[in-house]
T-cell receptor
Framework: NAGVTQTPKFRILKIGQSMTLQCAQD?????MYWYRQDPGMGLKLIYY???????DKGEVPNGYNVSRSTTEDFPLRLELAAPSQTSVYFC????????????FGEGSRLTVL | DQQVKQNSPSLSVQEGRISILNCDYT??????FLWYKKYPAEGPTFLIS?????DKNEDGRFTVFLNKSAKHLSLHIVPSQPGDSAVYFC????????????FGTGTRLTVIP
């Protein structure tokens, strides 16, 4: 069972570079999420999607974009990387609106220098 | 503006004893609470949840207690096992299935054999 798969696991970017964090799930979940976790802080929601073609902002969306063209994939795009985006990024999914249980990927550690 | 707080960054407990992890919240609209466990280099995994209509929920060795008037919840692990050593996150939302979960900063539990 793959569950939620994130790539890459580690990445170093220079200021101003762009990149995409990939997230795929094989559980046929409609709901998908991107969180970031800064050192000593709780996870904060960046963007989420309730189904293919539908995305919405979370608590900290600035500097990021997302798309959801399929049920399986939910990539997170950083257009102009800034040091403030140095963080660990977690993708998650859940099966429906009546459960709070999220299934998380292993995380992607991003450093912007 | 941390709405969910875990004031103890770490906790050490002897194997076989009880572990009690605490969590406080400030938003009286929170209606649904969850605990996640996280091992190093892995994503968080769901442990147990509780709705505000209950004051206790039990699942095997894990029990969550909710005190709404005090805006406080706790996770009890009895008996504690070395495999329970992990970081535990408390999370809250305004309803079951809400898209934004608010996470605490986590408590690192170490169970000493």
């Amino acid at each position: 069972n793959a569950g939620v798969t994130q790539t890459p696991k580690f990445r170093i970017l220079k200021i101003g570079q762009s990149m995409t964090l990939q997230c795929a799930q094989d559980m046929n979940h409609n709901y998908m999420y991107w969180y970031r976790q800064d050192p000593g802080m709780g996870l904060k929601l960046i963007y989420y999607s309730v189904g293919a073609g539908i995305t919405d902002k979370g608590e900290v969306p600035n500097g990021y974009n997302v798309s959801r063209s399929t049920t399986e994939d939910f990539p997170l795009r950083l257009e102009l990387a800034a040091p403030s985006q140095t963080s660990v990024y977690f993708c998650a999914s859940r099966s429906g609106a009546n459960t709070g249980e999220l299934f998380f990927g292993e995380g992607s550690r991003l450093t912007v220098l | 503006d941390q709405q969910v707080k875990q004031n103890s960054p770490s906790l050490s407990v002897q194997e076989g004893r009880i572990s009690i992890l605490n969590c406080d919240y400030t938003n009286s609209m929170f209606d649904y609470f969850l605990w996640y466990k996280k091992y190093p280099a892995e994503g968080p995994t769901f442990l147990i949840s509780i709705s505000s209509i209950k004051d206790k929920n039990e699942d095997g060795r894990f029990t969550v207690f909710l005190n709404k008037s005090a805006k406080h919840l706790s996770l009890h692990i009895v008996p504690s096992q070395p495999g329970d050593s992990a970081v535990y996150f408390c999370a809250a939302s305004v309803k079951t299935g809400a898209n934004n979960l608010f996470f605490g900063t986590g408590t690192r539990l170490t169970v000493i054999p």
